[in-house]
């Protein structure tokens, strides 16, 4: 129900391609979005050609804030579980990443920062989703714990400046943070290649297209179907055989994991990390993200985040005063007035619109939202 | 064929373009090249807007003045201002923006040392952007690039330590901010208090977000010091003032963060300050001429800024590193910035409103610090505010200790009492 | 022996502060299934509108020319009311949306905004949305502080120490606001209505309770309470427009370690939090005492997920099975 027959059904790779990445779960099945798409993504990769350098680190920087948006929006806006947490993993990816590049010297040493960062967060993801899942904590409640936990972690590290906190060369430095991280590289012993400013832009640019194009596959796979049934209702799906805990921890180490490899790209871009990326602030940032974006999607959160932090540069650029009223007041229409975010919602009054010119005829090639009817 | 609304794509479509179309939104800096570009980026609202917003505004004070008297070598000044908001990221970004797109000739940045920390490396390292950082912080910064001209803890401590020691004795019992600037300070209250001849004999931090200060007070109580040495920050520290006076704790307490920085004399209600004793290089009650006579830096920031709460100890550095940045420029005679900065190593001075008539504060070449002219400042119980000692300290850590000499090496470190201090440790 | 009245004594502050904030968050979350995160900006209002009205700031009222304590009390009445007249404002446009319905149904023909009640996550976003802006807005009209207000009564002394007397009687406030708590839902109507609405929502509208009526009631006097709360804590704080967010943290978590009864949840989470956050303030310091708070919490809410009244459902159900 809801793939378009217009594609030829060929079923050669093209067509087995089109299938995986297809489906009701997320928005865009036709022919004509994928050329769209196309034409976005060669904006993009063409976007130093025309743009200022300081344009493309804005944009790597939002990039990777891409990544830790997808992670709630896989987490939240697929499986149900709000988690405020995001962050946590994140930071942690961050530090940890931090430590291992200061210490490792050379590009080997922020290889192995990157993997084991990565690793640590989806550790830490299994471990407090365990905690959690397995514990029978479920909605608000799991979304009050992973802010508590990110609150523990902001205050022991707030406190952590003496020189006792640190591991091997690398100081922790409290409120002050850690600089001095060392860009991610490629290379054996001689860098071949450093992430900075444009290849920065470009590894983001690619870990968010792949991400995007993987998440459409597994989100449209049978996994991704039962997802979607854990968020509508755990009880049914439980009793239709599913191990409902299991999905969901599952997911949220994969969250985990996703949001730590936000980190340590973002880590990259700003070669510093302090516990400010754990503040309420900074962890109800990706929630705003994904609310406004659109949660049940994956296309939503990708252009919220962009849309917001630039938004966000500009407004203080040039409003200063009243930049997070804006930010409020975005936030409150949109919960209001557009719950289900706001590409769902334009796309609704898109169609809206066109139902009433009286000019679309077959209603019917709207494609499934990707809610299941109750 | 039917006409078909295709809405995602429309959407995805429209979006994207109008996201790319945002980001690259590129302002490019508009000046003229016959205009000097100073970028002034302090925090006018978030949670430092308190202290940040001071800190603007007397800016744009010597902006305005210097600009009126004829500019620097006959420039005219143009200033960027846009709010950080008291956000790190912000300021990463516009600092690059000030950098890459309005290429200013000289920076004036944050007031927490993170966000010092968070743009430096990052930023003004690698573009060796000349950048002033100009509040009170824990010391030890060895940077080519950076002028650190607020007062150090060593300092502040320095002044109003050795004073409390002779007055009431040699107990001290330390409560500190817990985070870097806390902890320093901290170590720098045992190197001192070893140095004249005084003990600590108790020592506490506390968390930024607590505002419950029962069990602290009482375990003050209990120490039975002479008298405490307070680094607490920020609004939520500001009870303890509050809750101390309420609990008919009367000890003299000396500072180096209340008063002078968020002019809790003001807005709260005797006695909590009574018996504070605040060691800094500036506030609005120092009793110096350029200050507070007819006519004086007080006079001229209020006629600008008729509804200003206060003039604090950072704003008065803001204030005079303009001016000496001006003095550099017309010494060195271009505004390119290795020349500048060569200026400034050159022993750049400024009749800055905390010195005393006759006296100039010195920007110290090898350290880029400046040796600052010290005031203990002691609020009494009615929140009058007056001096009862002050004489020029200069910057000794990372001069005569660290040995940091950014004329012949450039270098670009923090270095820590703990290093070097046994005391500290 | 010192040291346990110092425990007594400082556990009082403690246990005020969580009660105090805490409560009327417990009473929106529990009656209407909203989770308000401007929570600690309502507690803001009290305070502001606290020390406003203390300091003559408020035209009209001249609440600073009464004489002595009936001046701060006269503030802090003052400040609860405009709170809760605020929260009633909040909670017809944003949280039930009859305001905006109302207009866009005269202009569009239907209904734009459905009522945030029961949708927790939606509420906790579309809060946190007004939370940036009051605190914002705040900061822009009020600017960065407003003057203080002065710590009334003197100081307690016990042992070879004192605290302020003040920060003690507060224990015995929040006590006093549960006590009136568990009367209003116990003998009055609407505590009646209120109940009836938590047990089983469309139960109580059948048999003809106007829920929309108690979903309003219960708004303001859960905001009221916060502005009660902003009010009492307001000689004790810098006025600033971010002082709510301290409090948002402990009260969060001080009502989903509670449970959904309001008066036993809160109660128990009050004492229990209070206690551990005082045992260990007092001896490893602040930070231990704070982080000490936070993990008990998470502890908590995972071995307890219902919440510490529900402990206490069960032992009296299991009581009268017993019997």
Redesign the interface.
Known sequence: MGVESDDTATRGPLGRLAAALHGPNT????R??W???G??VL??VF?PL??????V???S??LSLVLLALSLAVVWGYTGV?SFGQVAFFGVAGYTYGIVAINVTGPLGTIAGLVVAVGIAALFAAILGY??FY???????V???T???V??LK??L??T???EWTIGEAAL?????M??IPDLALGIGEPFLVFNDTVLFYAALLAVLVTYLGLRALLNSDYGRVMVAVREDEDRTEMLGYDVKRVKLTVFTFGGALAGLSGVLYVT????I?P?ELS?TAA?LP??WV?VGGRKTL?GPI?AT??IE?????L???V??????I??????VI???L?EGL?PG??DL??W??DRRG????DD???PTGEVIE | MTKRVDRRKFLAGGASIATAGLAGCALTGSGSSDTIKLGILEDQSGNFALVGSPKHKASLLAIEEINNNGGINGQQIEYFDPDPQSNNQRYLELTRRMINQRNVDALWAGYSSATRETIREPAIDPNDQLYFYTTQYEGGVCDKNVFAVGPTARQQLGIVLPYLVEEYGSDIYTIAADYNFGQLSADWVKVLADENDANVIGEEFIPLSNSEFSSTISRIQDADPDFVMSMLVGSNHTSFYKQKASAGLDIPIGTSTAMAQGYEHLRLDPPAMSNIYAGVNYMEEVPTNRNTKEGGFVDRYYEKFPDAPYLNEEAENNYFSIYMYKRAVEQAGTTDQEEVKAALESGITYPAPEAPDGEEIKLVPETHHVNHHMWVMRADEEHNVEAVDDRVIDETFLKDTVGCDLTSKDEETQYTPQDYYEEAG | MAIGLDLLVQFFPNFASIVLAATGLAIIFGIMGVINLAHGEFIMVGAFSTSLAYNGGIPFLPIDALPGLSRLIGAMLFAALVTALFGLLVERTIISGAVPNWISERTLGRPVVTPLYDRLLDSMVATWGLSLIMVQTFRNVFGNSLSGVPIPFGELSYGNSSIGLYQVLLAGVAAFVLIALYLVFVRTDYGMRARATIQNESMAQSLGVNTERTYMATFALGSGLAGLTGALYTPLLSIEPGLGSVFLVDAFVAVVVGGSSVVVGTLLSGGLLGIVDTLFSNVYGTFAGRIALLIVAIVLIRFIPQGLSSLVERLRERRLEVD
């Open positions: 928005m865009g099945n036709s004509r979005f050329y769209l798409f034409v976005v904006l993009f976007f025309y743009m200022l350098p300081s344009a680190t804005n944009m920087q939002y709000l905690f959690m514990g029978g904590v479920s909605d608000v409640y979304t009050i714990l802010l508590v936990v609150l523990v205050t022991f707030d406190q400046a003496g020189d430095g409290g409120f002050n943070g600089p001095g871009y700003f070669n510093y302090s400010s309420l109800s929630v705003i609310a296309l252009v962009i849309f630039r938004l966000g540069l500009f203080s650029v040039n200063g005063d009243w930049a997070f009223v930010n409020g007041l975005l936030l409150l919960v209001l007035l719950p590409l334009l796309r898109v169609s619109i066109g000019d679309s005829d077959t090639t709207t494609d």
